[in-house]
């Protein structure tokens, strides 16, 4: 059984849900506790939605410093699968592992509420059992969730794409800044989630570990965790890192 | 961070020196061009309080901290670095650095 990991920091909150969400996609999920350097010999690490030590100074920016994240930033740099949800998409960005930084929501309050995101790559380690396209259902509970990066990044990003999700309308086309309704953080260019480099770490402010059966309103967010297990499941067979080319 | 990195500023393990306490404050703002809602919002408050004429209301942060050091510049560098890599983020932020005071022996403010 494929070995999967999720951080545990003082304040996460989403990181049982996620485990649970990680073992009904058939992985052996098991919790990281954010002051232990060993990642116990798992093959992809998951950061938690939450509010790691309490966002205090920024969102993410003290997890980022915390024993596990050194390992964890080995694990991405040697092409381990690295996902952050929310919280872990702060920590990303603040680490640097993922282009950009999350800014407070354009109408300053927290939202908690379902989005529509699309997916503009199916070939990922983290989109792989997508199968189409079509915008993809989960919500999203975040008060710093505007994602930014300079003009020259946000134009890298999508050429090289690296731009994994868009936040979507209800017609499926991208919703861009100042849409409020489709992309209620004001986003720059509807920018859901990223892709490093590498291919092999993203971060996306939805929550998928909250849409992983019928019974919570939305199974979509399924088809990202097991994209993630099987990517993971390959990886620990092949023992070879996962590189994903540009399109 | 790494133990193997060469001998950071404000590292005083070789230092015998006599130290002094120095006060700093940062002062941490959105980049210009960064939209700032907490400004706007309360740029937009002004109205309710009969407040005319103030415009470009920004928000950010201060920062006060003491730093041990022999010298000024010595304390200066180490909260440089702390200014740079975790009371800001350079992608979204800019940082200025404030000397409040000095205070000599470091024991005179304990």
């Given amino acids: 059984m494929t070995r999967i990991g999720v951080v545990v920091f003082p304040g996460s909150n989403c990181d049982r849900d996620t485990l649970y969400a990680l073992e009904l996609a058939g992985a052996e999920a098991i919790p990281l506790w954010h002051e232990a350097a060993d990642l116990g010999g798992v093959a992809a690490v998951v950061l938690p939605g939450g509010f790691a030590y309490g966002d205090y100074l920024r969102a993410g920016v003290i997890a980022r410093f915390s024993p596990v994240m050194r390992s964890v930033a080995a694990f991405a740099r040697d092409g381990g699968l690295v996902l952050g949800i929310c919280n872990g998409f702060q920590v990303l960005a603040e680490a640097g592992l993922v282009p950009g930084a999350l800014l407070r929501n354009r109408g300053l309050r927290f939202l908690g509420r379902d989005v529509q995101i699309t997916p503009e790559r199916l070939d990922t380690p983290f989109t792989r059992s997508v199968p189409d396209r079509h915008p993809l259902r989960m919500p999203i509970a975040h008060g710093e969730g505007c994602y930014y990066a300079d003009e020259a990044t946000l134009t890298r990003l999508e050429t090289e794409g690296r731009v994994l999700f868009r936040y979507a309308r209800p017609d499926g086309r991208p919703a861009w800044t100042g849409d409020d309704a489709a992309n209620p953080n004001g986003s720059l260019r509807g920018i859901a989630g990223v892709l490093n480099e590498a291919g092999n770490v993203a971060g996306l402010m939805p929550h998928p570990e909250r849409a992983a059966e019928a019974i919570l309103g939305s199974d979509d967010g399924m088809l990202l965790i097991r994209s993630l297990v099987e990517s993971a499941a390959e990886r620990a067979g092949s023992g070879g890192a996962v590189v994903v080319a540009a399109p | ?110």
């Fill in chain 2, 1 to 110: 961070m790494n133990d193997d990195r060469p001998q950071a500023p404000g590292d005083r393990r070789h230092d015998l020196r006599p130290e002094q306490s120095f006060r700093y404050a940062v002062n941490v703002m959105p980049k210009p061009g960064i939209l700032d809602p907490q400004g706007r919002a309360v740029e937009q408050s002004l109205p309710h309080l009969g407040v005319e004429g103030v415009a470009a209301v920004r928000v950010g942060r201060r920062v006060e901290l003491s730093v041990t050091a022999a010298e000024e510049p010595e304390a200066r560098a180490t909260v440089e670095r702390l200014a740079a890599e975790l009371l800001s983020n350079p992608l979204i932020e800019v940082h200025a650095i404030e000397l409040l005071g000095a205070v000599a022996p470091l024991e005179a403010v304990r």
